[in-house]
T-cell receptor
Framework: SAVISQKPSRDICQRGTSLTIQCQVDSQVTMMFWYRQQPGQSLTLIATANQGSEATYESGFVIDKFPISRPNLTFSTLTVSNMSPEDSSIYLC????????????FGSGTRLTVV | GEDVEQSLFLSVREGDSSVINCTYTDSSSTYLYWYKQEPGAGLQLLTYIFSNMDMKQDQRLTVLLNKKDKHLSLRIADTQTGDSAIYFCAVNQAGTALIFGKGTTLSVSS
């Protein structure tokens, strides 16, 4: 099955700064999904990223805070902007590889701590 | 929108069977998944079932789907201490993102 590489795996950032998380898939996929997992919580969908169009954000998430790029069919970035301690979470990218190729697969996640 | 509910905790003894339950609200959900997350680790896809199936078995894992009641369960036979983790139920329709339940923490005692 395809491999998803996500980086950085973890980071500690100062409040007010921004962090860009990268997600690379070793096969072409139409949609990539970005999730947030706050401490002790489940996964919440941030946005869906399609190549060649603007990302679609879920309620409670806005482009100014979480800008997303999707320059091609194998790569996407999520930026967490103007960070505050409340942004401390695990951020995960996910792709649907199709039922015969592993289904919905997740990157290993980026553990972000904002101090 | 879709809502997925799970009980939060389950405690079993080693060797017993574990049954983790999940309910969902959208009857048009097509794919139903179970993921495992160990402390400090990422998400591991355990198994999935299509909405046109009633049951799927994969080694120690059995998934049962009751579409009428919109109820999904995961049975782990001969539960081991290494099965201690958080188990997430997730559902979606084709081509859309997964919606997750809050997760069930399974604790296995020896």
């Amino acid at each position: 099955s395809a491999v998803i590489s996500q980086k950085p795996s973890r980071d500690i950032c100062q409040r007010g700064t921004s962090l860009t998380i990268q997600c690379q898939v070793d096969s072409q996929v139409t949609m990539m999904f970005w999730y947030r997992q706050q401490p002790g919580q489940s996964l919440t969908l941030i946005a869906t990223a399609n190549q060649g169009s603007e990302a679609t954000y879920e309620s409670g998430f806005v482009i100014d805070k979480f800008p997303i790029s999707r320059p091609n069919l194998t790569f996407s970035t999520l930026t967490v902007s103007n960070m505050s301690p409340e942004d401390s979470s695990i951020y995960l990218c996910s792709v649907d590889l199709g039922q015969g190729a592993g289904g919905y697969t997740f990157g290993s996640g980026t553990r972000l701590t904002v101090v | 929108g879709e809502d997925v509910e799970q009980s939060l905790f389950l405690s079993v003894r080693e060797g017993d069977s574990s049954v983790i339950n999940c309910t969902y609200t959208d009857s048009s959900s097509t794919y139903l998944y179970w993921y495992k997350q160990e402390p400090g680790a990422g998400l591991q896809l355990l198994t999935y079932i299509f909405s046109n199936m009633d049951m799927k078995q994969d080694q120690r894992l059995t998934v049962l789907l009751n579409k009428k009641d919109k109820h999904l369960s995961l049975r782990i036979a001969d539960t081991q201490t290494g099965d201690s983790a958080i188990y997430f139920c997730a559902v979606n329709q084709a081509g859309t993102a997964l919606i997750f339940g809050k997760g069930t923490t399974l604790s296995v005692s020896s």
